[in-house]
């Protein structure tokens, strides 16, 4: 059996890690869903070149981070670095890129061939949002509140970052400028020969050191683009939402333009950005549909789940027996108490230990009220309900008197 392990990167998930995870998920689809976006899921294996065509050839993603293979057709398929391209690619093959305003979110597992190290993992999970249709700096504001308000539901610190990339063609210029500027410099990585304002998040020293002297973007964006980028600026600073400007944040994937942003946090370490997003104007044309505007964000549920405090929950009701005629019992007064309130948490105990043990695993495990069946109470159907956290008498009910006590 020793051949028997996890794959490096993907750890199973059970215990705390799983609660945490949950947690995430559940405020996910609750914000999401309060903003009124729908649900859309799309397969975790896509063709390599959606992502070649979106995400950029010269990205870390493509140029050493996706999973592919060949199936037996000789297709080369990749799993799913990443969730924006998918959908994109989903709403063409479904006839979707109309003018209509759309506003979807997506959830699940991400794959990426990386070094596995804390907030990072070769199988991870992601959430996010896809506004498509609206042009509107209202637009950008909406996706980084709903980004915000997941943020504050789960009390997580974090700073948001912002920065301004303009439109394609105020990126081409830049593009060109830094290709002169950095022309000198020796031994380039291909990413950078390839697209040079990703020496902008350059951790190369050289490159770092060349790039402190650099214009920035913002000399290169026409009158319309700084207005707009204020505009937001104005907004956050109306909602009372701080940010600060990051000359130098880019992204990691070459369909951004306009407005990027990220949500940093303290607590992970160099793998900092929990959260982040922007405009991609142009993917939607790019990929063979209509030149429809679109933002969006995505954030790693992993690593909120690693830094989110779980907050203790109380069970509500350990139902012990002695022998198997009362533990059939048991299972019965169990269905019908969850049948009268599906929100209680209720435990039927299917071991042997003694009633003391029972009382104890009860307690340890967070329950705050306990019943042990036994044959007395399988015949006279009078219960003894325990309060396991506060020190009260046991209150004797009737099966009927019991079924009141939980119910709604």
């Known amino acids: 059996m020793s051949d028997l392990k996890t794959i490096r990167g993907m750890p199973d998930l059970y215990g705390e890690n799983i609660e945490a995870i949950s947690m995430v998920e559940e405020i996910c689809l609750k914000t999401f869903k309060n903003f009124n976006y729908k649900e859309f899921r799309t397969p975790v294996l896509e063709n390599k070149s959606l992502f070649e065509r979106s995400v950029g050839e010269s990205s870390d993603i493509m140029q050493k981070e996706v999973y592919e293979f060949k199936d037996r057709k000789d297709e080369l398929l990749c799993l799913r670095p990443e969730g924006t ?27 990426r061939y990386e070094r596995p190290q804390k907030g990072r993992k070769r199988q991870f999970f992601q959430a996010g949002v896809e506004l498509i249709g609206d042009q509107s700096s209202d637009a950008d504001i909406e996706i980084i509140l709903i980004a915000n308000t997941i943020l504050e539901q789960l009390s997580i610190k974090s700073k948001l970052q912002l920065n301004y990339l303009g439109d394609q063609k105020s990126l081409q210029k830049y593009n060109e400028y830094l290709k002169e500027y950095l022309s000198e410099t020796s031994d380039l990585p291909e990413y950078v020969m390839k697209n040079p304002i990703r020496a902008l998040d350059s951790k190369d020293k050289v490159i770092k050191q060349k790039m402190s002297q650099a214009k920035s973007i913002i000399n290169f964006l026409g009158s319309d683009q700084t207005e707009e980028f204020n505009k937001i600026k104005s907004k956050l600073n109306k909602l009372g939402i701080e940010f600060e400007e990051n000359p130098n944040l880019v992204r990691g994937l070459d369909y951004y333009n306009g407005l990027v942003f990220e949500f940093l946090s303290d607590d992970l370490g160099a793998q900092n950005a929990i959260l982040g997003g922007g405009r991609y104007n142009g993917l939607i044309k790019n990929l063979g ?20 405090e779980l907050p203790s929950i109380e069970k509500d009701l350990f139902i ?13 007064l169990g269905y019908k ?72």
Not at 103 to 110: A, N, Q, S, T, V
Not at 320 to 332: F, I, N, P, V, W
């Open 289 to 308: 549909g209509r030149d429809l505007p679109a933002t969006g964000f995505a954030l790693g549920i992993d690593r909120l789940a690693d830094i989110i």
């Open 337 to 408: 108490i969850r049948k009268n309130n599906n929100s209680l948490i209720v435990e039927n105990y299917l071991g042997n230990a003694n009633p003391g043990k029972q009382l104890k695993k009860a307690d340890s495990q967070g329950f705050k009220f306990a019943i042990i069946v036994g044959q007395d109470e399988l015949k006279s159907k009078i219960l003894k309900l325990k309060n396991l956290r506060e020190d009260k008498p046991d209150l004797e009910l009737k099966e009927k008197d019991l079924l009141e006590h939980f119910e709604c």
């Open 320 to 332: 012990g027996c002695l022998d198997k005629e009362s533990r059939t019992y048991a299972q019965e």
């Open 85 to 111: 391209a998918g959908l994109v690619r989903a709403l063409l093959t479904n006839g979707l890129d109309d003018d209509e305003i759309k506003k979807f979110f997506y959830l699940g597992p991400m794959f």
